[in-house]
């Protein structure tokens, strides 16, 4: 019931979600157009670094949220440690003030280290709370660059190419994840599954079981890269495990 309340409450939001996604989506279909002016071999090679890159970016926030402090005094320990029903009525006023007092960033951050304990958790988040923030803050404002400069300067159709296929992987990074979390997905993600461009949810589950490696959530393809980064980073006495719950 008190959901329902605040979904009715959040129409407005949930236009001017749909409208972001709206454009974003219009930009990027303008970038695939932009690739596919003069077609070149150099667009596959160029898609694959693309869809690299964003699986890179999806292991390494991932694993600077994942051992990132909270910011003290925010008591993201209180909904984190939680023990009654997350379904009462006193859990649910906790986690609305709580997420009240935190800006996006802390969100993410936060989201990262609660999917540990609760993976189905983030396969339950509607498809906003999954993205929003990074087609907000990064993907619209990349896209539209694409846009602009495609517009204005030579420069060639395959770069487009590496672009749109960076965009999607970066954009959808979260939901992509979200459906590893997930019994039931569109046929897509099993069709990417099928090929290599998505990874399995029991390739994910070593990132469970250990939370020291493959934080690459997309294809995985950087998961090699990545680990070692994160072992270097581990023998220097950084990405302390006292990060990885929210204090008080
Ligand atoms: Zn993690
Ligand atoms: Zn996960």
Redesign the pocket.
């Known amino acids: 019931m008190a959901r329902q309340a605040a979904m009715k409450g959040n129409l407005p939001a949930m236009r001017r979600q749909q409208m972001i996604l709206f454009v974003f989506l219009a930009s990027v279909a303008l970038n695939a157009g932009l690739a596919l002016r003069e077609p070149n071999w150099l667009a596959l090679p160029a898609m694959a670094l693309g869809w690299y890159v964003a699986d890179m970016l999806s292991g390494l926030i991932h694993m600077y949220m994942d051992y990132r402090p909270c910011t003290p005094g925010k008591r993201l320990n209180d909904i984190f440690f939680y023990e009654g029903s997350r379904e009462s009525d006193e859990y649910l006023t906790m986690l609305r003030q709580r997420m009240a007092t935190i800006g996006p960033f802390e969100r993410i951050s936060y989201d990262f280290k609660n999917?540990h304990p609760r993976?189905d958790a983030?396969g339950r988040r509607p498809l906003w709370r999954l993205i929003g923030s990074t087609v907000v803050l990064a993907a619209l404002p990349v896209s539209l660059l694409g846009n602009l400069a495609g517009w204005f300067l030579p420069i060639p159709g395959w770069l487009f190419a590496g672009l749109v296929a960076f965009l999607i992987g970066g954009a959808f990074a979260q939901y992509f994840?979200g459906s590893?979390?997930r019994a039931h997905n569109p046929w897509f993600i099993a069709a990417m599954r099928r090929v290599g461009l998505l990874m399995t949810p029991a390739a994910?589950q070593v990132?469970?079981d250990t939370l020291q490696r493959d934080f690459a959530?997309n294809c995985g393809w950087s998961n090699p890269a990545i680990n070692r980064l994160f072992r270097t980073l581990r023998a220097r006495g950084m990405l302390d495990d006292r990060g990885l719950v929210p204090s008080a």
Do not use: F, G, M, N
Request: aromatic share 0%.
């Open positions: 999917h993976p983030l994840h590893l979390h994910h990132h469970h959530t």
